[in-house]
C-alpha cells in the first residue's frame, strides 16, 4: 500500500465510477460483442465528421497552420482566435455581453469541474466547509469524485406525470436552503442523466437565488445551446456576471479533442487560467485549431440545429417507442427526453436492485448504468436511488434497438419471477 498524502488518497480513490468504468472496459475488451448502450460517448454522424474531416484537411494544406497549431503552447487562458469566434458568435446570437476576457478553454469541461468546484466549495479561511448545492438530484455522475472534500449537497425533486408512462423532474424550491454553507449552484441543462431540461422559470429562480446569496451558479451546458444544440424544446440559455456557463466540444463529435469552455466575469476567468498554468502548462490546441473556422462563420450552428438535434431526437423518439412496446404490463416510467442523449427509465416497484439489473443484463451483453451512482450529494435514503437505469441511445440504430429489447425482457423477467 503506497503512503500517499490525504489529497493523493482523495483524488486516486477507487470511486464507484471508476470501478464502474473499469468494469465496463473489462467487459468491453472480453471478445465479447457488447451492445454499449452505458458510458457517455456521442454518436459518429457522418455528417458532422465529414466537417471535422475538412477542417483538419485545411490546416494540414495550408501553408504552416498545422505546423502552429501542434508546435506551440497556446495561452493558459487558451487558443486567443477560438475564444475571440467564441465571444463574437455568443454575443451575436444571444446577445450576451460576452468578450474574450469572458472565456477560459480547458482541458474538457470535466477538468473545468474539478477547478470550479474546488474553488467555490471547501474549507474556507480555515473554517466553514462550503459545499456544492445540486438543486435537483439525479445529477452528472461525474460530479461525484470532482471535489476534494465532501463538498456536495442535493435536493430531492418533484416529480409530475405528464402522461402513464412518461414523467419529469421539477426543482422542489421548498426543499432548497441556502446557508453560509452554500459555495455555489451547479445544474446541468440538459441533464445527464435524465434529459430534462430546466424551464426558463426554474433557471431564472436559481439565477435570483444566486444573486441574493452572492455565489455563482454553474450551468453544464455541455449538451445545450448554442452548440452542440442536443436540446428538444425551446430553452432561454441565461448568462450574467455571477453565472458561470460550462460548454464543450465532446458532444458535438470531438470528445477526444478534450476542449472545454468556461464562460464567466474576468477574475473567475483568471483563476482558472492560473490553474490551467499550473496543472497543464496551457490547455491543448488541437480542438480549438479544428473547430475555429466553423465557429466564425456559424456554421457550427447551423450543424448543431440541422444535423445533430434532428439526429438525435429521432433516436430519443424512436427508443421510447420501442420501451414502451417492449414494457407493456410494466410499472414503468420514462424521463420525457427533452434533450442529451440518454433515457432515464424508472422501474417502479422493481424487485431487484438498479445494480443487480445492471449485472443480469451484462451478462446478457448490454451495458447501461445503474441509477443510483446519479445521486451526488443526495444523502437521504430514497428507494427511487435504485429503481432507475440509464440508457445511452446514441449508437447505431441496431446496437441499440437489440439493447432495448434485453433490457425490456430481463425487467419482465425481474418482476415475473419476484
Ligand atoms: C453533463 C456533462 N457535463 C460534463 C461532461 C464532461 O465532458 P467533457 O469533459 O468531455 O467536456 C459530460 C460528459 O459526459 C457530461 O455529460
Redesign the pocket.
Given at each position: 500500500m503506497l503512503n500517499v498524502s490525504e489529497f493523493g488518497k482523495k483524488i486516486a480513490e477507487a470511486s464507484g465510477i471508476s470501478r464502474l468504468m473499469e468494469d465496463l472496459g473489462h467487459a468491453l475488451s472480453s471478445g465479447r460483442d457488447m451492445l454499449m448502450l452505458g458510458g457517455?460517448n456521442p454518436a459518429h454522424i457522418p455528417r458532422v465528421q465529414e466537417r471535422f474531416r475538412e477542417s483538419m484537411q485545411k490546416l494540414l494544406e495550408s501553408g504552416g497552420e498545422f505546423e502552429r497549431a501542434i508546435g506551440n503552447y497556446d495561452p493558459p487562458q487558451g487558443n486567443k482566435e477560438f475564444i475571440e469566434a467564441v465571444a463574437r458568435l455568443l454575443a451575436d446570437e444571444f446577445d450576451w455581453e460576452i468578450e474574450p476576457k469572458n472565456i477560459a478553454l480547458t482541458n474538457?469541461?470535466?477538468s473545468a469541474f474539478f477547478i470550479l468546484f474546488n474553488m467555490f466549495a471547501g474549507t474556507f479561511e480555515g473554517r466553514t466547509n462550503k459545499k456544492i448545492l445540486f438543486p435537483l438530484a439525479p445529477e452528472?455522475i461525474?460530479y461525484c469524485d470532482v471535489g476534494l472534500e465532501d463538498g456536495f449537497v442535493a435536493s430531492k425533486p418533484e416529480i409530475e406525470h405528464i402522461s402513464e408512462h412518461i414523467f419529469k423532474y421539477h426543482i422542489d424550491f421548498d426543499r432548497i436552503n441556502i446557508t453560509d454553507e452554500i459555495g455555489a449552484i451547479c445544474v446541468?441543462r440538459p441533464t445527464?442523466p435524465t434529459g430534462n431540461v430546466l424551464t426558463d422559470s426554474e433557471i431564472e429562480k436559481l439565477s435570483e437565488l444566486a444573486l441574493a446569496n452572492d455565489i455563482p451558479l454553474i450551468v453544464?451546458n455541455?449538451y445545450g445551446t448554442p452548440f452542440p444544440n442536443i436540446i428538444f424544446t425551446e430553452a432561454k440559455p441565461l448568462w450574467n456576471e455571477h453565472t458561470i456557463v460550462c460548454m464543450?466540444l465532446?458532444k458535438l463529435g470531438l470528445?477526444a479533442a478534450r476542449t472545454?469552455i468556461v464562460i464567466a466575469g474576468e477574475e473567475i476567468i483568471d483563476m482558472v487560467s492560473r490553474v490551467n498554468a499550473n496543472m497543464n502548462l496551457a490547455p491543448g490546441s488541437l480542438g480549438a485549431a479544428i473547430a475555429t473556422n466553423l465557429v466564425r462563420s456559424g456554421e457550427i450552428i447551423h450543424l448543431s440545429r440541422e444535423v445533430i438535434r434532428p439526429f438525435y431526437e429521432k433516436k430519443a423518439g424512436d427508443a421510447v417507442q420501442q420501451l414502451c412496446d417492449g414494457l407493456d404490463g410494466i410499472d414503468f416510467h420514462i424521463h420525457k427526453p427533452e434533450g442529451a442523449f440518454f433515457l432515464w427509465l424508472w422501474l417502479r416497484g422493481l424487485p431487484i436492485t438498479d445494480h443487480e439489473l445492471y449485472e443480469r443484463l451484462k451478462k446478457r451483453g448490454v451495458l447501461i448504468v445503474p441509477g443510483h451512482y446519479f445521486f451526488p450529494g443526495l444523502k437521504a435514503e430514497w428507494k427511487h436511488k435504485n429503481e432507475c437505469i440509464r440508457i445511452n441511445y446514441a449508437q447505431d440504430k441496431e446496437i441499440v434497438s437489440a439493447g432495448l429489447k434485453i433490457i425490456a425482457d430481463e425487467v419482465k423477467i425481474a418482476y415475473v419471477s419476484a
Open positions: 457517455g474538457g469541461s470535466q452528472y461525474g446541468s445527464n453544464d455541455a464543450s465532446s470528445p472545454g
